[in-house]
């Protein structure tokens, strides 16, 4: 998908559909819609900057007793803890900073890598 604002709602689509086939409850595919969210957002907005020349591949895989989705954009990566705690007192006002805490809230397992060719990929794991 290009790096645009709305590829994240285009990925949000794809992953409903596919957690819907996939049979995972009401909560769980709500907690799956929003790491989803979160992590195209974060893969336009901070990986790619807005850089339609670079795109946000999204992959849905079914694995037994669990689903698995990983997304990756082309910048330049991030470490994810030098991202400052959404939870400490002087960040609870800012208006940014929590998608790391809700993807690593709603799934079960969320591995942050370097791709070898460039870019962050963030693999997310929801167990059935």
Do not use: C
Not at 55 to 79: H, M, N, W, Y
């Amino acid at each position: 998908m290009p790096s645009r604002i709305e590829a994240i709602n285009e990925a949000a689509s794809a992953a409903a559909e596919f957690v819907k086939r996939s049979g995972l409850d009401e909560d769980a595919a709500y907690g799956v819609d929003m790491a989803v969210r979160e992590a195209v957002t974060n893969a336009v907005m901070h990986g790619n900057r807005q850089d339609e020349a670079k795109t946000v591949e999204v992959s849905l895989k079914s694995l037994p007793g669990a689903i698995e989705i990983t997304v990756r954009d082309q910048g330049k990566g991030f470490d994810t803890e030098s991202v400052p705690d959404p939870t400490d007192p002087q960040n609870l006002l800012k208006t940014s900073g929590r998608g790391i805490l809700f993807i690593r809230t709603f799934m079960d397992e969320v591995e942050w890598s370097r791709h070898p060719q460039g870019g962050t990929v963030i693999r997310m794991t929801k167990k059935k």
